[in-house]
C-alpha cells in the first residue's frame, strides 16, 4: 500500500463558511445601519460593514479549509487543522463505532454531508469533517467499514496494512420500516403542539426591548380588552359563544399546523433499513440524516406512546445504544407505528416481545399501599396546615380550601394505586422486560447478557415493608424495577447474574 | 489503633456468593479511617460554634455553652457512633466470578458486578488511607447506573491482590 496522501475537504466548504458568516453579518450590520440613522450614510455604513464581515468570514474560511487536511491510514484515520495552531487528532478504526452522514440545508443545496465519526467517547470528542461532496462522504463512509472489518478479521495483519478483499459496495438493504406522506399526515394530527405561542411570547419579549410598545403595561391590555369586550358583549350571548368556540379552533389549527410542520420536517422520507452492518436510518427533509445502527450494538429497547395516540394503537420505538451521539433522537426507529410493525423491528433487532402467556409479577402491595401514602402526603400535610392557618385567621374559607385539598390528596393516592396495577415485569429464558404507566404504558425490554450489574436498593421504608429496587446496570440507558419484594428481587438478580457471569463482555462486542 | 492489624487473608474464592451467607468484614483500620475523616469534617463546625458563641456574648438568649454543647455533641456522635455504624453496614463476598458490595445504613444498597463486565480497576488510597494501609477498590463497568462500584477500607495488600484476580479472571476469559 502506499503511503496514504493527506486529502482535503470539498472546495465549496468555502461556500459554507462564507454563507454562515454572512448570516451572522446580518445582525452588525443592521446594527450599524440603524445606529448610525437611517437617512443616506447609515445605510451605505451598514452595507460596509455587513461586506467587511462577510469578507472576513470568508477569508477566514478560506483559510481553515487550507489549513485542514486528513488522512486514510493503514490503522486510523487522521485530521490535522488549525490556522496559527496545530491540531492533530487520530482515531484508529477499531474505535469508530459508527459513520453518520448529516446534511443541513446550505450544504444539502450545493451536494455537501458532514461526515461524523463516532467513537463513543464522552463529551462530543468525536471527529468530524466538515464537509465532502456526496459521493467521497459514502466513500468514505464505505471505506472506513471496510478497513475497520479488515482489523477485525485478519488483526495480525493491521500493521503492513494489507487491505481486506475488496468488498462489494453495501447493497441495498432491505426495508423494514418507512412512513409515507399519509403515515405522516396521521402522525401529524397527534403531535398537536402549543410550542408556536411560546415562541410568539418570546419574539413579543423581544420585540418589547426594541419597539416602543409597553406589553407589560397593564393600561394598554386593558384598554384592548374593554374596547374588545365591549365590541364582544355588544354581539350577545350567542356571538360570544361562537367567537369562543372559534378561538378555539383556531387555537386548535395552529397547534395541529405546529405539529404538522415538526413531523414532517423531522420524519420526511423516513426509511429504516436492515443492512448487513445493522440497521441503517435515513429521514429529514431540509437537514437529512443518515444514520447507521449496528446490531450488536443495541443495547436494549424502549416502547413507548402517548396518551391520546395510545386509544387508536400507535406506538414508538426507540434503541437504547452504546453511542452516546446526539442524544435519544438519533436512536428513534419507529417513532409512530402499529404494534405489528414494531413487532417486526423488534425481531429484527434479536428481541421479542412479550408472549401472551410471560410471566407477569407485580410490585409489591406494601410498595402500593406506601405510595398511596407517600403520593398523598404532601396534600395532606398542605390541608393540615392551611386548616390550621384558615381556622385561626379566615373560618370562611376554611371548608372549601380544606376539601380540594383533601380531594387531590385522594386523587393523588388513586392515582398510585390505578399505576400499580400496570407496573410490572417478566423475565424470561434471555430478555427482562418491565412495563408502566397508566394512561400510556411504556415498556422496556433488555438482554439478560448486555446487563453489566445488578444492585438491590432498598431505603428506611422499603426495608421495614420488605420491598425493593432493582437496579440493572444497562450501557447507554437506565433499567429500575421499583418496589418487588425483597425475595423476588434477589431471585431475579441470581437469575439475570447467572446469564451475564456465563458470557465476556468481549464477546459481546463482537456478536 | 491496631495499624498493623493481621490482614484477613483473601477469602476462599471457590465459594459462591450466596445472599443468606455471612459478609466479610472489611478491615478494621478503616473504621479509624472514617472516625479520622469525621474529625476532620467536624473541626470546622466546632470551632464556628466557638466563634458564634463568643460574639453574641451578652446578647444571646441562651445561657453560655448551650451552642458549643450542642455541636460537640453531634461532633462526637458523628466521630464515634456513626462510623461503626458504617464499618458494620458494609461489607463484601467475592467468588470465583463476581463481586457483591453491600452498603448503607438506612439506604441499603446491595451491588453485584460479575468479573466478565469489569472495564478497568482502580485501586487508590488517600493520604488517610495510607497511614491506615488501607484502599479502595473501584470496579468500572459500560453501565450508566453502577459505572463505577467502590469498595473503600480494604487492606492494600487485599485489595492488589483482588485486582489481580479479577483482572486475570478478565483476561482467561477474553482469550
Known amino acids: ?511 | 489503633m491496631e495499624i498493623n492489624a493481621s490482614e484477613p487473608i483473601v477469602p476462599a474464592a471457590s465459594a459462591l456468593v450466596d445472599d443468606d451467607a455471612e459478609l466479610t468484614q472489611l478491615h478494621p483500620n478503616y473504621r479509624s479511617a472514617l472516625r479520622v475523616q469525621a474529625t476532620l469534617t467536624s473541626i470546622p463546625f466546632i470551632i464556628g460554634a466557638f466563634v458564634l458563641e463568643g460574639a453574641l456574648q451578652g446578647e444571646s438568649p441562651l445561657p453560655f455553652g448551650v451552642l458549643i454543647g450542642v455541636v460537640v455533641f453531634l461532633a462526637l456522635v458523628f466521630i464515634i457512633r456513626l462510623p461503626s455504624r458504617r464499618y458494620a453496614a458494609r461489607g463484601y463476598q467475592i467468588s470465583t466470578d463476581r463481586l457483591r458490595v453491600v452498603r448503607g445504613i438506612l439506604w441499603r444498597s446491595d451491588t453485584v458486578v460479575p468479573f466478565g463486565r469489569v472495564q478497568h480497576i482502580d485501586v487508590d488510597q488517600g493520604p488517610i488511607d495510607r497511614f491506615f494501609d488501607i484502599a479502595t477498590l473501584t470496579l468500572h463497568t459500560a453501565g450508566s447506573h453502577n459505572a463505577s462500584v467502590y469498595l473503600p477500607g480494604l487492606g492494600h495488600e487485599l485489595a492488589t491482590e483482588m485486582r489481580e484476580e479479577i483482572r486475570a479472571h478478565i483476561k482467561r476469559e477474553s482469550m
Do not use: C
Open chain 1, 1 to 511: 500500500m502506499s503511503t496514504p496522501e493527506p486529502q482535503r475537504t470539498a472546495p465549496l466548504s468555502v461556500l459554507v463558511g462564507t454563507l454562515a458568516g454572512l448570516k451572522n453579518a446580518i445582525f452588525p450590520a443592521a446594527a450599524a445601519a440603524f445606529g448610525t440613522g437611517l437617512g443616506g450614510m447609515g445605510l451605505y455604513i451598514g452595507i460596509g460593514v455587513g461586506l467587511l464581515i462577510a469578507v472576513v468570514g470568508g477569508v477566514a474560511s478560506y483559510i481553515s479549509w487550507r489549513r485542514l487536511s486528513y488522512t486514510i491510514g493503514a490503522s486510523d484515520i487522521r485530521v490535522e487543522s488549525g490556522v496559527l495552531s496545530r491540531a492533530a487528532r487520530s482515531v484508529p478504526y477499531e474505535r469508530i463505532q459508527d459513520v453518520s452522514l448529516e446534511q443541513k440545508l446550505i450544504p444539502r443545496l450545493l451536494g455537501l454531508v458532514a461526515v461524523k465519526f463516532e467513537t463513543g467517547a464522552g463529551g462530543g470528542e468525536d471527529l468530524s469533517l466538515t464537509y465532502l461532496t456526496e459521493e467521497s462522504g459514502e466513500e468514505l463512509r464505505q471505506l472506513v467499514r471496510e478497513r475497520r472489518d479488515a482489523q477485525d478479521e485478519i488483526a495480525p495483519d493491521a500493521e503492513t496494512g494489507v487491505p481486506s478483499p475488496a468488498r462489494e459496495p453495501e447493497a441495498e438493504g432491505e426495508p423494514i420500516f418507512a412512513m409515507g406522506t399519509g403515515r405522516l399526515f396521521q402522525f401529524g394530527l397527534f403531535e398537536f403542539s402549543l410550542a408556536v405561542f411560546a415562541v410568539l411570547l418570546g419574539l413579543l419579549q423581544y420585540a418589547d426591548t426594541f419597539i416602543d410598545f409597553e406589553i407589560w403595561d397593564p393600561d394598554l391590555w386593558q384598554g384592548v380588552l374593554e374596547e374588545q369586550g365591549s365590541t364582544i358583549s355588544a354581539l350577545g350571548p350567542y356571538a360570544q359563544i361562537a367567537s369562543a368556540i372559534g378561538g378555539l379552533i383556531a387555537l386548535f389549527v395552529v397547534g395541529s399546523a405546529t405539529g404538522m410542520i415538526r413531523v414532517f420536517t423531522r420524519e420526511w422520507d423516513f426509511l429504516l433499513e436492515r443492512t448487513a452492518r445493522g440497521f441503517r436510518r435515513r429521514r429529514g427533509l431540509f437537514t437529512k440524516t443518515d444514520v447507521v445502527m449496528p446490531i450488536h450494538r443495541v443495547q436494549a429497547l424502549k416502547i413507548g406512546t402517548r396518551l391520546i395516540r395510545y386509544r387508536f394503537g400507535w406506538h414508538n420505538l426507540k434503541f437504547v445504544s452504546l453511542a452516546q451521539d446526539a442524544g435519544s433522537s438519533s436512536h428513534d426507529v419507529a417513532p409512530f407505528a402499529k404494534m405489528d410493525e414494531i413487532r417486526t423491528v423488534v425481531e429484527t433487532a434479536g428481541f421479542h416481545l412479550p408472549s401472551e402467556n410471560a410471566d407477569w409479577h407485580r410490585a409489591s402491595e406494601a410498595y402500593r399501599t406506601d405510595s398511596m401514602i407517600v403520593d398523598s402526603l404532601f396534600f395532606v400535610i398542605a390541608a393540615i396546615v392551611a386548616g390550621t392557618v384558615l381556622g385561626i385567621f379566615n373560618p370562611d374559607w376554611f371548608l372549601l380550601v380544606v376539601a380540594i385539598l383533601l380531594g387531590l390528596a385522594a386523587l393523588s393516592a388513586g392515582a398510585a394505586l390505578y399505576s400499580w396495577q400496570f407496573k410490572r415485569h417478566s423475565l424470561d429464558d434471555t430478555q427482562i422486560m418491565a412495563r408502566a404507566g397508566i394512561m400510556s404504558p411504556s415498556s422496556q425490554i433488555a438482554t439478560r447478557t448486555k446487563l453489566h450489574s445488578a444492585e438491590v436498593a432498598q431505603g428506611p421504608i422499603a426495608r421495614w415493608r420488605g420491598y425493593a429496587t432493582l437496579h440493572l446496570g444497562l450501557a447507554g440507558g437506565e433499567f429500575a424495577i421499583p418496589g418487588i419484594p425483597f425475595e423476588r428481587a434477589r431471585e431475579v438478580r441470581r437469575e439475570v447474574l447467572e446469564t451475564i457471569a456465563a458470557t465476556d463482555f468481549s464477546e459481546l462486542e463482537t456478536g
